[in-house]
C-alpha cells in the first residue's frame, strides 16, 4: 500500500509540474525570440564581415513526377527542398533560456538564400509553400520546403515509345555570385527513398554536379547545381496499344494477295489496312513534338504504310493481267519459263489449267484435205445428173469449217487467258509470302529495340 501510494503520489507530481515546466519553455521561447530579433534585418547577409562567404548546404527530395509533357516539353515534379546555412546574428546560449537549443519560427523572419531554378517553366512563379525554418544555438538554419515545378526538358523522342530521357533542374542564386554566396551539395544525386513510382516512367536516377559558370554579363562567378533526372519510359502501354494492333493490321495486308481476284475484295481490304494505320499515324502524331527527330513507332508506321502502299498497287497490276480479255497476247516465252515453271513450284502453286506447265501455246490447226474440200463426182465435172446435191453439200462444209474455226479461236482465247491467270495466281503467292517476310522481320526490328 504504502508503495502504491508513492507510485501515485510521484505520477501527481509529475502531471503537476510538466505543465510548469512547459510553460517555462514557452516563456523563454517567447524572450528568446524578442531578443534574437530587436535588432535584426532580413533584408541583409547574415555575416559580421561583407567579404565573408555565406555557405548555402542545398539537399533535393524527389516526391513524385506529376507530368511529362512530351509536345512542349516541360516537366511538372513535386519536391522536397532542404537549404541549411549559418546566420551569425542569431545565435545564444542554450544556458541563458533554460536549456532551449531549437526553436522554430516562420521563415519569412530570417534571411533566406534567393535559390531558385533557373529552366523553371512556370508562368507564375508561386509554386512554393511558406514553411517554418527551424533555428539552432549555434545559428543553424535550416528550411524545409515542399515545392511543385516545373521545368524545361528537352525530349528526344527519337526512340519512342522506348526512349530514355534526361531532364536537368538547374538551383542556383538569382543575385549572388560566388563570392557572396556559396552552394554545395548535401548528397551526390537526389535522395529517392520517399518517391512514389510513376505509371509511364522509371526512375533510373538523379545525380547532383556543382558547377560554376561565368557568364558575359558579369565577371564574377556564379555557383549552381544540377540534378539530372534519368528517366525511361514504361513502354508496355504503347506496345498492347500502338504496336500490336499495328502489327496485326500489317499482318492482313499480304492476305490480300491471297484473296481471289473475282471476289472484288482485294484492293478494298489494301485500302482499309491504310486507312487504320493513318489513323494511329495520327495519334502517335498528336502526343510527338514537332521536331525533325521521327520516333521509332513512326518509323515503322511509315514503312509499313508504304509496303500496304505498294501491296495495293502491285494488286491493281495483277488484277489488271488477271482480267486478260480474248484479245490478250500470248504469255511470253521468258514469262512460261520463269513464272509458269520456275516460281510456281516455289510459291507451292500446282492446280494450273490445261497446257500450263508444259507451257504449250493455242495455234489454228486447219481443218484437213478431206474435210476442207468437198467431195467431187463425176470426175470433177461441175456439172452432172447431182448438180443440186453437190451444191448442198459445198454449203454445208463451209458452213461446217467456220463452226469449227470458231471453236478453235475459242479455245485459243480460253487457253491464252488461262495462263495469263496462271501469271497472275503465281505473282500473287510470291508477293505474299515476299510481304509476309517483310513484316515479319520489320516486326521483329521494332520489338527487339524493347528487350
Same mark, same amino acid.
Given at each position: 500500500?504504502?508503495?502504491?501510494?508513492?507510485?501515485?503520489?510521484?505520477?501527481?507530481?509529475?502531471?503537476?509540474?510538466?505543465?510548469? %515546466?512547459?510553460?517555462?519553455?514557452?516563456?523563454?521561447?517567447?524572450?528568446?525570440?524578442?531578443?534574437? $530579433?530587436?535588432?535584426?534585418?532580413?533584408?541583409?547577409?547574415?555575416?559580421?564581415?561583407?567579404?565573408?562567404?555565406?555557405?548555402?548546404?542545398?539537399?533535393?527530395?524527389?516526391?513524385?513526377?506529376?507530368?511529362?509533357?512530351?509536345?512542349?516539353?516541360?516537366?511538372?515534379?513535386?519536391?522536397?527542398?532542404?537549404?541549411?546555412?549559418?546566420?551569425?546574428?542569431?545565435?545564444?546560449?542554450?544556458?541563458?533560456?533554460?536549456?532551449?537549443?531549437?526553436?522554430?519560427?516562420?521563415?519569412?523572419?530570417?534571411?533566406?538564400?534567393?535559390?531558385?531554378?533557373?529552366?523553371?517553366?512556370?508562368?507564375?512563379?508561386?509554386?512554393?509553400?511558406?514553411?517554418?525554418?527551424?533555428?539552432?544555438?549555434?545559428?543553424?538554419?535550416?528550411?524545409?520546403?515542399?515545392?511543385?515545378?516545373?521545368?524545361?526538358?528537352?525530349?528526344? #523522342?527519337?526512340? $519512342?515509345?522506348?526512349?530514355?530521357?534526361?531532364?536537368?533542374?538547374?538551383?542556383?542564386?538569382?543575385?549572388?555570385?560566388?563570392?557572396?554566396?556559396?552552394?554545395?551539395?548535401?548528397?551526390?544525386?537526389?535522395?529517392?527513398?520517399?518517391? #512514389?513510382?510513376?505509371?509511364?516512367?522509371?526512375?533510373?536516377?538523379?545525380?547532383?554536379?556543382?558547377?560554376?559558370?561565368?557568364?558575359? %554579363? %558579369?565577371?564574377?562567378?556564379?555557383?549552381?547545381?544540377?540534378?539530372?533526372?534519368?528517366?525511361?519510359?514504361?513502354?508496355?502501354?504503347?506496345?498492347?496499344?500502338?504496336?500490336?494492333? %499495328?502489327?496485326?493490321?500489317?499482318?492482313?495486308?499480304?492476305?490480300?494477295?491471297?484473296?481471289?481476284?473475282?471476289?472484288?475484295?482485294?484492293?478494298?481490304?489494301?485500302?482499309?489496312?491504310?486507312?487504320?494505320?493513318? #489513323?494511329?499515324?495520327?495519334?502517335?502524331?498528336?502526343?510527338?513534338?514537332?521536331?525533325?527527330?521521327?520516333?521509332?513507332?513512326?518509323?515503322?508506321?511509315?514503312?509499313?504504310?508504304?509496303?500496304?502502299?505498294?501491296?495495293?498497287?502491285?494488286?491493281?497490276?495483277?488484277?489488271?493481267?488477271?482480267?486478260?480479255?480474248?484479245?490478250?497476247?500470248?504469255?511470253?516465252?521468258?514469262?512460261?519459263?520463269?513464272?509458269?515453271?520456275?516460281?510456281?513450284?516455289?510459291?507451292?502453286?500446282?492446280?494450273?489449267?490445261?497446257?500450263?506447265?508444259?507451257?504449250?501455246?493455242?495455234?489454228?490447226?486447219?481443218?484437213?484435205?478431206?474435210?476442207?474440200?468437198?467431195?467431187?463426182?463425176?470426175?470433177?465435172?461441175?456439172?452432172?445428173?447431182?448438180?443440186?446435191? #453437190?451444191?448442198?453439200?459445198?454449203?454445208?462444209?463451209?458452213?461446217?469449217?467456220?463452226?469449227?474455226?470458231?471453236?478453235?479461236?475459242?479455245?485459243?482465247?480460253?487457253?491464252?487467258?488461262?495462263?495469263?491467270?496462271?501469271?497472275?495466281?503465281? *505473282?500473287?503467292?510470291?508477293?505474299?509470302?515476299?510481304?509476309?517476310? *517483310?513484316?515479319?522481320?520489320?516486326?521483329?526490328?521494332?520489338?527487339?529495340?524493347?528487350?
Amino acid at each position: 500500500m504504502k508503495l502504491l501510494r508513492s507510485g501515485s503520489i510521484a505520477s501527481l507530481l509529475l502531471l503537476v509540474f510538466l505543465p510548469v %515546466c512547459s510553460a517555462a519553455h514557452g516563456r523563454f521561447a517567447q524572450k528568446l525570440l524578442n531578443d534574437l $530579433f530587436s535588432n535584426y534585418t532580413n533584408a541583409l547577409r547574415p555575416v559580421e564581415d561583407t567579404d565573408h562567404i555565406i555557405n548555402v548546404t542545398l539537399q533535393i527530395t524527389l516526391s513524385q513526377i506529376i507530368d511529362m509533357d512530351e509536345r512542349n516539353q516541360i516537366l511538372t515534379t513535386y519536391l522536397w527542398i532542404r537549404q541549411v546555412w549559418m546566420d551569425a546574428y542569431l545565435t545564444w546560449k542554450k544556458e541563458d533560456y533554460d536549456g532551449l537549443d531549437t526553436i522554430r519560427i516562420p521563415s519569412s523572419y530570417v534571411w533566406r538564400p534567393d535559390i531558385v531554378l533557373y529552366n523553371s517553366a512556370d508562368d507564375e512563379f508561386s509554386s512554393s509553400m511558406e514553411t517554418n525554418v527551424v533555428l539552432r544555438n549555434d545559428g543553424q538554419v535550416m528550411w524545409d520546403q515542399p515545392a511543385i515545378t516545373k521545368s524545361s526538358c528537352s525530349v528526344d #523522342v527519337a526512340f $519512342f515509345p522506348f526512349d530514355v530521357q534526361q531532364c536537368h533542374l538547374t538551383f542556383g542564386s538569382w543575385t549572388h555570385n560566388g563570392n557572396q554566396m556559396d552552394l554545395f551539395n548535401a548528397l551526390d544525386s537526389a535522395d529517392l527513398a520517399d518517391f #512514389v513510382p510513376n505509371v509511364e516512367w522509371e526512375v533510373l536516377g538523379m545525380p547532383a554536379k556543382k558547377n560554376v559558370i561565368l557568364y558575359g %554579363c %558579369c565577371s564574377d562567378p556564379y555557383p549552381d547545381i544540377t540534378f539530372t533526372l534519368h528517366l525511361k519510359r514504361r513502354a508496355s502501354f504503347y506496345i498492347f496499344n500502338l504496336l500490336i494492333p %499495328c502489327m496485326m493490321i500489317s499482318f492482313l495486308a499480304p492476305l490480300g494477295f491471297y484473296l481471289p481476284a473475282d471476289s472484288g475484295e482485294k484492293v478494298s481490304l489494301g485500302v482499309t489496312v491504310l486507312l487504320a494505320l493513318t #489513323v494511329f499515324q495520327l495519334l502517335v502524331a498528336e502526343s510527338m513534338p514537332p521536331s525533325e527527330s521521327v520516333p521509332l513507332i513512326g518509323k515503322y508506321y511509315i514503312a509499313t504504310m508504304t509496303m500496304v502502299t505498294a501491296s495495293t498497287a502491285l494488286t491493281i497490276f495483277i488484277m489488271n493481267i488477271h482480267h486478260c480479255g480474248p484479245e490478250a497476247r500470248p504469255v511470253p516465252a521468258w514469262a512460261e519459263r520463269f513464272i509458269l515453271n520456275y516460281l510456281a513450284r516455289i510459291c507451292f502453286v500446282y492446280e494450273v489449267g490445261d497446257n500450263c506447265l508444259a507451257g504449250t501455246s493455242a495455234r489454228k490447226h486447219p481443218l484437213s484435205q478431206d474435210e476442207s474440200e468437198a467431195p467431187s463426182t463425176n470426175g470433177g465435172n461441175p456439172r452432172g445428173p447431182n448438180w443440186d446435191c #453437190v451444191c448442198q453439200h459445198q454449203g454445208l462444209s463451209k458452213n461446217i469449217e467456220y463452226i469449227a474455226n470458231s471453236y478453235q479461236d475459242q479455245r485459243a482465247a480460253q487457253l491464252r487467258i488461262g495462263e495469263w491467270r496462271k501469271v497472275a495466281k503465281v *505473282m500473287d503467292r510470291f508477293f505474299m509470302w515476299l510481304f509476309f517476310i *517483310m513484316v515479319f522481320f520489320m516486326s521483329i526490328l521494332i520489338l527487339g529495340k524493347a528487350i
